[in-house]
């Protein structure tokens, strides 16, 4: 590894996401404000009416606006981000599509917050699980750093040729967003070597190369278009994995699909996205001393799904459970539950999955919350039967 | 897990509660350790009483539920007393630290203690008498280092300046102001 500078710095979520757009310096930023990503753009700003960075900000009168100029700009030829949550990525959700079908690597760090109604301003999925077919490359950070250096890396994922796609990078609304804590930064040069100088491959201001960007594709050609995007999110899966390996032989952290924590010899994992998966570190280490052979699968990467890989991490597992911070209102469970189930359904010996919805709305999700999802999936373990559609809600009162 | 310190801070929307807690954990970080430090967030208004919160360890924190149980409560409004449950949660071997001009002794009755341990300073008077305003939060930090020993005082002192002089370039005085009231709730907290 080659010696780079790193310095450990106080930061909240939403000041490493500014910081780390400093960093990238992208061409265009388009800003519109809304709890808890507000802070993103407003420190944003600062830099550039400071001349610390050479962006064009566009300031919007919506997030549909937001999204449709970072899209121009990206068709253009434009490094282009914005940032955004909840209601905004709601409002965000026809631009969300074109952004992806149009093939452009976009980089937009998402704060998750749930949606309206009720009006609630705090931490849940239900925002970035409304996107999941949206084509976007979705990925998840569990806390500051990983946020950071997710960012980092969704630029070089979005922009590789054989991806060509929007990348959201989300996080948990105050949970992360505001909380303070240590994030080990890199120099500007390091992150400039890492990302490199983009050359798009198309680009609407190169004129000597004119081409048409959003032309009407009807029975002709649209499902082919279509098929190609499919295979670029299939692509993503290893160029995912190349990025994060450049990461860590550059960066010294490593990255994956997802995070298998203490699962070597597990017989009882919970799988879990975003901050909840660091709470549940501490009981995984706090009940493994007491002999319960307990694990995690915390995935970074939700779309594409790692179908494959989550199954293979799964394979000698006794009993999963799946916590969903957002409720589907499928009847059927959370969405994560559904991905997680259909992975496991082709294998022969797959074990138990059990759902949870928790944490709407911000509701705290406590140590002995997760210790009680241990011990359901214990029992489960020693009944050796495997419940139907077993969708639990954790921390409601009912 | 390694020893985990976490703290409650109590204070007046306005009062600097969440600031507390960031500045504290910006310390906490000076000195190599491992901390994190935010509020709760509800309807924002002046006044109001709000709460903000630090871990702080020697190794990684990777917690991220709510603070529940806290083993050091700092309440920069005394007039919460009675209104708020200041002592919620606090072990009986926990510490409680109160911005006031009254001894502790006159809190330990009034909260219902089993055994915590009540420390009183006037940390309103020194902000008013060393930065000119009642901004508590800062002396506040003194008084818990001093009863605590989270952390090396000088050191403390040291980082704290140097924060508040990349902040405060064009001011000197709010900068020493601060560093003098840091220094004097230090010395003048009492209790136990």
Known sequence: MATITKERMALTGNEAVAYVMRQINPDVCAAYPITPATEVMQIFASYVADGLVNTELVTVESEHSAMSATIGAAAAGARAMTATSSQGLALMWEMLYIASGLRLPIVMPMVNRTLSAPINIHCDHSDSMGARDAGWITIFSENSQELYDNIIQAVRIAEHPEVQLPVMVTYDGFIISHAMEPVEVYSDEDIQAFIGEYKPMYSLLDVDHPITVGALDFTDYYFEHKRSQAEAMNNAIPKIEEVARDFERKFGKRYGLFEAYRTDDAELVIVVLGSTAGTTKAVIDDIRQKGVKAGMVKLRVFRPFPAKQIADALANVKAVAVLDRSEGMAGTGGPVYAEVRSALYDCENRPAVIDYIYGLGGRDITLSHITSVYNDLDSIARSGKRPYLCVNYLGVRE | ?192
């Open chain 2, 1 to 192: 897990m390694a020893k985990l310190t976490e703290i409650r801070w109590h204070g007046r929307g306005g009062q600097g509660a969440k600031t507390a807690a960031l500045l504290f954990g910006e310390a906490v970080l000076g000195q190599g350790k491992y901390m994190q430090a935010f509020p709760e967030y509800g309807p924002e208004r002046m006044g109001a009483p709000v709460q903000s919160f630090n871990r702080i360890s020697d190794e990684p924190i990777t917690l991220h539920c709510h603070v529940t149980s806290p083993q050091v409560v700092v309440v920069l409004d005394p007039t919460l007393i009675g209104n708020v449950d200041v002592t919620q949660g606090l072990p009986n071997d926990g510490i409680i630290i109160i911005n006031t001009e009254q001894p502790p002794s006159k809190f330990r009755e009034m909260l219902h203690l089993n055994g915590q341990k009540v420390y009183t300073v006037d940390a309103s008077r020194i902000a008013r008498e060393t930065i000119g305003r009642d901004i508590p939060n800062t002396p506040m930090m003194g008084a818990l280092v001093k009863v605590t020993g989270l952390l090396d005082f000088q050191e403390m002192l040291k980082d704290t300046r140097k924060k508040l002089e990349k902040k405060f370039r064009s001011k000197p005085e709010i900068i020493e102001g601060n560093i003098k009231a840091i220094e004097r709730a230090y010395n003048e907290v009492k209790g136990g």
